[in-house]
């Protein structure tokens, strides 16, 4: 009785890059044909994930624009009602934080992508993993989510 993990004879199925095949003739060792063309497919996941990064590091940086310019917002709107201007809150260095964790996701997304497609091309097995880049910008949102709502219910 074969063990389940072992192939029917003359069953050819794909581990990697290498195709291995059951041959009854040559009894129960397995043949290695030479490396085969990588699935592409496997290649537009990689650059699908890509993508999503990249589309993430601009909204942060996109947002931190936005945050960082609404201090200036209310300095005009003050100045047009001929009120006091509001005390120069975080909301400056908060955006420009948000802006360079854009830059650096950025960054750190096409260093990992260069990386995964280098593996992929050698033929080294890619076992999907958490990122620690996911990991810690999920961790630094549940952060500033936290202290919004720390801020915004003390304020009130």
């Known amino acids: 009785m074969r063990p389940t993990s072992v192939p029917a004879a003359g069953q050819?199925?794909?581990a990697g890059h290498l195709a291995v095949r059951q041959d009854v003739r040559?009894?129960?060792e397995p043949l290695?044909?030479?490396p085969s063309e990588p699935d592409p497919r496997v290649y537009f996941a990689a650059e699908r994930t890509f993508l999503a990064w990249i589309r993430t590091g601009l909204a942060l940086m996109g947002f931190g624009f936005v945050?960082?310019?609404f201090g200036l917002f209310l300095h005009e709107i003050a100045a047009v009602q001929g009120g006091p201007p509001p005390p120069a809150g975080f909301s400056r260095w908060f955006g420009i934080g948000l802006i360079g964790l854009g830059v650096l996701l950025t960054a750190a997304s096409t260093a990992r992508h260069l990386s995964t497609v280098r593996r992929l091309n050698?033929?080294?097995p890619f076992v999907?993993?958490?990122t620690w880049l996911g990991v810690s910008i999920a961790l630094l949102l549940v952060v500033v989510?936290?202290?919004l709502v720390v801020n915004l219910v003390t304020a009130a």
Request: zero cysteines; glycine letters at 20%.
């Open 128 to 130: 999907g993993r958490p």
């Open 26 to 28: 040559m009894g129960d």
């Open 12 to 14: 050819i199925f794909r």
């Open 32 to 34: 290695r044909s030479a």
């Open 67 to 69: 945050v960082a310019r």
């Open 145 to 147: 989510g936290v202290s």
């Open 122 to 124: 050698r033929g080294e």
